[in-house]
């Protein structure tokens, strides 16, 4: 079984963990043992960090990172339209397009490396509550599956699509972190936070029915097509947990305040 990480990568020019499963598994492993086990063990007996300008900084980062990131792929995608939306596959080699292809997509991977900071910071803080099975199984599916689509598939494709509308996201998503980390007295007068979840459900409806049309109906297209359903049941997880989150944070609490 494990003669799979033996199958040669299908990009030549061999970026950095891509073409090492074990250092993603490494990284993921080392994540999961300090976010849920000695992260708690080590502050245990401290006071909350304040992180304060620290996370600042970081979302910022973020901010940028990801408004960046969604402005190139938006214009190479929507405006300039270098592929087609209905059947995106990977550029072939000497494609004038690919090394665009390669490292955008390198570095959509980096980000989900560095979204891991965000249970970090959660642990470091004591947000122990903010630790969700929902948030820890978001970052690790990110990180992983990016990871084996480059390893096994190579880059680009459909996930172009899912990595612009994902990088919007974030965009909205970090900034509001920003404020609530920066100014903690606007937190609550934030009435916009609940449409944060709403962005984020309203993505995953996208990714699904984009990837079900291309796979209903765009029959000659050579994207793989169990891609296509790892989106399409991804999309549907996300939307069943996201929906429930959204249930639980924002629409029973309104009906508990009616009620009594």
Known sequence: ???????????????????????????LTVYLIFVLKLGKIFMKNRQPYDLRRVLSVYNLGQVAYNGIFFGITFYYLIIVQICDLNCMTTFPEGHE???????????????????????????????YKQISFLHVYHHIMMVLVCHLIMRFYGTGGHFNSVGMINSFVHTVMYFYYFLSARYPGVKANLWWK???????????????????????????????SSLLLLQ???????????????????IRPTQRQKEG
């Not at 199958?7 to 993603?24: A, G, H, K, T």
């Not at 996208?206 to 297209?221: E, G, Q, R, W, Y």
């Not at 399409?232 to 924002?250: D, E, S």
């Open 1 to 27: 079984m494990l003669g799979i990480f033996d199958i040669p990568i299908p990009d030549y020019n061999q970026l950095p963990m891509i073409n090492e499963s074990w250092s993603v598994l490494a990284i």
């Open 97 to 127: 397009r690919k090394n665009l292809e390669r490292y955008v997509h390198y570095a959509y991977f980096i980000n989900k490396l560095l979204d891991l900071l965000d249970t970090v910071f959660f642990v470091l803080r004591k947000s």
């Open 194 to 224: 609940k449409y944060i979840t709403l962005i984020q459900l309203f993505q995953f409806v996208i990714i699904f029915l984009h990837a079900s049309h291309v796979l209903l109906f765009a029959k000659d297209c050579k994207f793989p």
């Open 232 to 250: 399409i049941l991804q999309a549907v997880l996300m939307m069943y947990m996201f929906g429930n989150f959204y249930v639980k944070t924002y």
